[in-house]
């Protein structure tokens, strides 16, 4: 069967596929290694990602010395079968420096790299509303509303949540989509206040997700109550 696969597959003149590594929890990407055939079986067989070195010239465990393994969830291939994607859940940084990601230096608009990581390479659109709320509690702007729900405490976040939540319910109610997802977009984005107040993170979220996925009555949360399953 791998013999099967692998004929399927695209390889360069050396032998080797490259392998780009995607967060399976918020999609960050995480760094691209070359897989060769024994790499691939490796990576399937044992659950854990394996890369051939093109320096060293022999097929290497990511995380065999620091211990930051890349535990596979999933493993797909691109429409030309020259590319493998494979999703997983990362046991601690996965780049050498000791960042999450081996992409953190922004190019900017006038082709400069920039000098230090940036937060704006992880995640996607709920992160980046993130930190720009608790960018706005850190340092307020004059006529920001991020900034005025703030300095009415809790109390008023909270009840901003309550009141989308009951436009959610009239939209649903009415059935138009476009209404229903402006709700849930106002929905959403003062839950996310919640996040902020509480200097919690979006990737806290997908990380308890995560552990209920595919796992109906898990009981995971610490009073021992049952999960709700997701999917």
Known sequence: MMDELCQQLTFDDQGLIPAIVQDWVDGSVLMVGYMNQEAIVKTLRTGTVHFWSRSR????????TSGHKLHVKHVFVDCDRDTILVKVQADGPTCHTGERS????????????AASPTAEADGGILEAVLRVICDRRARPQTGSYTAKLFEGGQDRILKKVVEEAGEVLLASKGGKKEE????????????????GYHDLTIRDVYTELGKRFGQPGKKITPQDHPSKPVG
């Open 57 to 64: 010239r022999k097929l290497w465990e990511k995380g065999e």
């Open 102 to 113: 081996c992409f953190f230096s922004r190019i900017d608009e006038h082709g400069r790299i």
């Open 180 to 195: 229903i997802i402006y709700e849930v977009a106002d929905l959403v984005f003062h839950t996310l206040m919640v996040l």
